[in-house]
């Protein structure tokens, strides 16, 4: 198994830009997570998806965050307009119902200048 | 909503020591506990977890405890190497659905210095 794929690795934008990070979830997994990281909030959950359906968004830090899952085998998130402060390791993680562990991609490093 | 304290925020021990890392949560639904490792510029592997029913679990070097009724939960590693060195967060789990939602710890930088 490929484990949890996302893309890409390393991303430098520009203030105002739009930014979409991608992710592949481990297949038969029927739950997604993204998260972010910083050294001031630490991991934090944005939003989690149970068989493609957003189950709760309240991590999402503003309007300018937007999230999607258009079939079990991908999911994107979305920042426009991007922001200095958005600056931070974004992970996605998959899990199955059967089981308890999460299983995080290698993440995102989002600069935004 | 689920609050989860980490402490401490840093660890340095000498190779051979045990190191104990400890969280609290607030939320007395949380029912399963994962532990994770994560290496610099690494993602985050979970390490070891334990579910509400059970006071301690072993896994060779490493353990974790459980303590329902104070809400506290520890990691304990013993015999600390040199490739122990990492951040380690505790996570507090509620059941939602068929998943798991942790909030995790703020984490510890755990260094083993040779």
């Known amino acids: 198994d490929a484990g949890v794929i996302q893309s890409p690795r390393h991303e430098v934008t520009e203030m105002g830009q739009e930014v979409t990070l991608r992710c592949k979830p481990i297949s038969g997994h029927d739950y997604l997570f993204w998260y972010r990281q910083t050294m001031m909030r630490g991991l934090e959950l944005l939003i989690y998806f149970n068989n493609n359906v957003p189950i709760d968004d309240s991590g999402m830090p503003e309007d300018r965050f937007s999230a999607k899952m258009p079939n079990a085998s991908f999911s994107t998130l979305k920042i426009q307009p991007s922001e200095p402060r958005d600056s931070a390791v974004y992970f996605c993680a998959s899990s199955s119902s059967r089981k308890y562990e999460q299983y995080f991609g290698p993440g995102t490093r989002l600069t935004v200048t | 909503g689920e609050n989860v304290e980490q402490h401490p925020s840093t660890l340095s021990v000498q190779e051979g020591d045990s190191a104990v890392i400890k969280c609290t949560y607030s939320?007395?639904?949380?029912?399963?506990f994962p532990w994770y490792k994560q290496e610099l510029g690494k993602r985050p592997q979970l390490i070891i977890d334990?579910?509400?029913?059970?006071g301690e679990k072993k896994d060779q070097r490493i353990a974790v405890t459980l303590n329902k009724t104070a809400k506290h939960f520890s990691l304990h590693i013993t015999e600390t190497q040199p490739e122990d060195s990492a951040v380690y967060f505790c996570a507090a789990s509620i059941r939602t659905g068929g998943s798991y939602i942790p909030t995790f710890g703020r984490g510890t930088s755990l260094i083993v210095h040779p």
């Open positions: 939320d007395s639904a949380s029912n399963y």
């Open positions: 334990i579910r509400s029913n059970v």
